[in-house]
DNA sequence: CGGAACGTTGAGGAGAATCAATTATAGTGG
DNA sequence: CCACTATAATTGATTCTCCTCAACGTTCCG
């Protein structure tokens, strides 16, 4: 694809369109952004705790991992952020960064400067509005992490994690539910869900016996996605998929 | 207190602008806020999962959790919140709860109608910036819970907690992180930690043991804050305390 | 072809859960 | 003011999930 950038755009623009009313205006304003280009390899950090970023990741392709550590190095991933993914758009009001971003996979990241989203989002108050949902969203979806590590065993959060994954890719296009590829290693899953790799490893293969799901040359495939939504206990109301929103400026 | 409201009107504003540069008429948007004050006694549902709300709860007095549940009613408290706490101001952009809010104490909560709130957002938007930088502040704090839960033992979660509730109180003008009351049981506590009410009172019986801290009726007493950081594995850095947001709007 | 990263498996152990019972504490009404 | 009740705290015994350590197999890539 000649212009990578210009497609991924669109799939952030119809991210955020999908919870937030836009004008003509502001949408012609979010197409108009222009960034550049990065090719990463796997296990780059993009940004380092603490650091001051200015400008926004905005995933292309591969995958990248939010996270936050404990004074012993333990990782824990607080989000998976896939192609379309704006991957710190709250940095825009809090430019301190408080967790890390790194990439898991061969990644190539959009990198939007403050400057341009922040002056189209004070120019175009529905633009704020929306990036404010977007943070809004992304903060419901830790509250569902939070639950799911605290509160479900090796098999539930591991289930709860692909039917999750499951949506977005199909969301984004990439693959459906049933099939997708998720370019994380068993060290990664295990970070998210706050488990070991040898643990996932095994967890994995129960899920295999029970028929339920596979995991191989990083492709998730869902035998039973129904059986697989009942053990991850999930309902996917936390995503706030559908707007509904009121608009605050009409 | 002839009017409680005002007073803990003001303690929000201020922990407004402690991270967002208000201008003078914004800051006479918000003090002019009017809502209307509940009393509710301990494990009264504020918000539950899935409810459409209307008005954004300021507490007051006493204290809230927000949490979420699993299937078999497993609950997950994923943030505590004190006086001078909006419990779900982004409930503003994104009314449909996705959470639930409990009392946890005798609590006093002050009602604002999103009506309200989001004329003052829409007209003043520098006070819709305060809001969305505020609720990145509070997605940075589920990060670190979810840090919390996921890689750190029973002793470091408690430990964690227990400095950043004392930074709060502190913050709040109740107590100081030495000595605060928290008026929450054991089984909250463990809800907040993921860990059980037993093993709760177990770590914290340990913690007494080692002469760092004690928690008796209610009041928690920090003997060693230095080795209760050290424990908890405590950074407040993700607070994010100070100001230091750019404006969108100069 | 060789090395590095990743995946798989086993054995043993530790931390936290569960089950069960008892003791404190606080709130309520007589 | 005190008995009564519900809630919360405490402790012990046992179980189980998940971690740790260790070894080996596999895949991928230069």
Redesign the pocket.
Known sequence: MAFPQNATLEGFIKRLTSRSALSEQELLALHSLRGHVVTLS??TDLVRQGQHVEYASLVVKGLVGRFGQNKDGGRQITCFHIPGDMADLSSLVSPQATWGLTTLANTTILRLAHRDLRGAAATLPGIAEAFWRDCVADGSMLSEWLVNVGRR???SRLAHLFCEMGIRYELAGEGDRHCYRLPA???DL?DAT??????I?????SLRDLLILTL???TVTVLDWAKLAVIGDFDDAYMELKGGGDCLYN
């Open positions: 796997p296990h065993n090796a098999t290693t068993q060290t295990g706050g488990l070991t790799a040898i643990h490893n095994r967890t994995l293969r191989r040359a990083q």
